[in-house]
């Protein structure tokens, strides 16, 4: 929705949707009023996960009230849920003080809250197949401006990422359709701005893959997916990419590694856009059952993309699942989200796999989740470094426990040195020649007894590891 700061006046009230306005009473800086029409109402709720927890100090366990805000909380103590006034005519009204970003909110009519109610005057724009009725979960999305001085806290100040910039260029997305079996069912598509059907260079892809009771409208609309892109892009913070988003419910069979979304979305996409049809150069990635969806493809065909990110939905992935060393996985989840993966999980994991974990400020909602993208297309995405550095540094630090002298150990973290150049230069084939040099230099060691069996074993083993990753993409 767009931004309006006006004082409140009587006439708002009868203007149906949500405004933002600059409140100099409000602990955030700013006031939200959101008004339903409905004349046939007898009661409306007004429904949003903007209950707040304590980001800055993970000890407190108290769940604070939008009105409590104070610096160092943010969303995802779950749902606040008030009645609205009755305002007459029809109109139903409520405020809030709300904070900065991405704001999710519905409505329970004549309180029913198997049927989330779409805002009417500020609906997301739902895929033409997509869920219905009870089915769906319907998110509403308010943003919200950052008061630096009222709101005072840098990890909110970040979530203005997800806010439309007018003064930028925009990509373009719609809902796509395309043939699967004898039924026409649709994707959505996000092109960058400037998007060139004829450009020398491919686009990467994002397939980004829904949670329950949602459908391919999800990441488009309430995921903020083309605001947080074109902001990113703007800010030259990642690379530009085509994002696709599908329906769970044509994809195929788990068991059978979802065919359709094998053997129909990917071949339509790549026919249809200027995409690279690259393993490497395609990214998936799933929120809740989305997150099962995409752990469920890891197992089947861990290369099948490049990156992946399973996000609240547990862990799962298999350390024996073939060539799973070979991708580069992101999990994550909020802090406060009962979908978190178990880090204990993950770390085994990672003894295999290229995986990195990022727990946000965040329940089990799009606090967490829209977070989780702007995280992944900005700081992980089509950069193995982000998941090679920590590799590097625990290779040197194993270098320097070793009985080496002191220009042995020299030499060796100089080679790890410019390996961690080349690879943040994204020089991969420079990098997997700087692996093996290292490999030779401690084969070189062993051979001359200056290291044990099991001190070059280790070394040889997290480099090779690398150089194995590296080079199945080359």
């Known amino acids: 929705m767009g931004l309006s700061q006006s004082t409140m006046s009587a006439e708002a009230a009868e203007t149906p949707g949500p405004r933002v306005f600059a409140d100099p009473s409000s602990p955030t800086g700013y006031t939200a009023r959101f008004v339903y029409y409905n004349p046939t109402a007898t009661s409306v709720r007004f429904v949003a996960d903007i209950l707040l927890r304590n980001w800055a100090d993970p000890s407190d366990p108290t769940v604070y009230q939008p009105q409590q805000y104070k610096p160092g909380l943010m969303r995802g103590g779950g749902a606040y849920n008030v009645q609205m006034t009755n305002a007459g005519d029809g109109y139903w009204v409520t405020e809030?003080?709300?904070?900065?970003?991405?704001?999710?909110?519905?409505?329970?009519?004549?309180?029913?809250?198997?049927?989330?109610?779409?805002?009417?005057?500020?609906?997301?724009?739902?895929?033409?197949?997509?869920?219905?009725?009870?089915?769906?979960?319907?998110?509403?999305?308010?943003?919200?401006?950052?008061?630096?001085?009222?709101?005072?806290?840098?990890?909110?100040?970040?979530?203005t990422i997800e806010n439309p910039r007018p003064d930028i260029k925009h990509g373009s997305w719609s809902y796509v359709p395309l043939q699967i079996g004898t039924a026409t069912r649709t994707i959505g598509v996000y092109l960058p701005p400037d998007y060139r059907a004829q450009r020398g260079k491919p686009y990467k892809t994002i397939y980004m893959q829904h949670g329950g009771g949602q459908d391919q409208s999800d990441w488009m609309t309430m995921g903020d997916v083309p605001t947080i892109m074109d902001n990113l892009l703007a800010d030259r913070a990642t690379e530009e990419a085509v994002v696709i988003t599908t329906n769970t419910n044509y994809l195929g069979a788990a068991n059978q590694g979802y065919p359709n979304l094998r053997n129909v979305v990917i071949p339509f996409v790549e026919s249809n856009y200027n995409v690279s049809t690259r393993a490497i150069d395609r990214a998936f990635a799933g929120l809740s059952a989305g997150s099962a969806v995409t752990q469920n493809l890891i197992n089947f065909d861990a290369t099948k993309f490049g990156y992946w990110g399973p996000w609240s939905g547990g862990a799962s992935v298999?350390?024996?699942t073939p060539d799973v060393d070979k991708p580069y996985i992101l999990y994550g989840g909020g802090r406060w989200d009962f979908g978190l993966p178990n880090a204990n999980t993950v770390t085994a994991l990672d003894a295999t796999a290229f995986v990195e974990n990022e727990v946000v400020a965040g329940a089990h909602d799009f606090n967490a989740w829209n977070?989780?993208?702007?995280?992944?297309?900005?700081?992980?995405?089509?950069?193995?470094?982000?998941?090679?550095?920590?590799?590097?540094?625990?290779?040197?630090?194993a270098v320097g426990a070793t009985g080496l002298d002191r220009r042995e150990k020299r030499?060796?973290?100089?080679?790890?040195?410019?390996?961690?150049?080349?690879?943040?230069?994204?020089?991969?084939?420079q990098t997997v020649a700087l692996l093996q040099g290292f490999v030779d230099e401690v084969d070189a060691l062993h051979d001359g007894r200056q290291l044990t069996d099991a001190q070059a074993a280790a070394l040889m083993a997290g480099a090779q590891k690398m150089i194995s990753s590296l080079s199945f993409w080359l």
């Open 96 to 159: 809030v003080p709300l904070a900065a970003g991405a704001n999710q909110y519905w409505f329970y009519v004549n309180n029913d809250t198997s049927l989330w109610v779409a805002d009417p005057a500020n609906s997301p724009r739902f895929a033409p197949d997509g869920l219905t009725g009870t089915a769906r979960r319907a998110f509403n999305m308010v943003n919200v401006p950052y008061d630096p001085v009222k709101q005072n806290y840098a990890p909110l100040a970040a979530r």
């Open 318 to 320: 298999r350390a024996t």
């Open 371 to 397: 977070q989780l993208f702007t995280i992944f297309a900005r700081d992980y995405l089509w950069q193995p470094h982000a998941f090679m550095a920590d590799k590097i540094a625990a290779l040197d630090t």
């Open 411 to 429: 030499d060796l973290s100089t080679q790890l040195r410019k390996v961690d150049q080349a690879l943040s230069r994204d020089k991969s084939e």
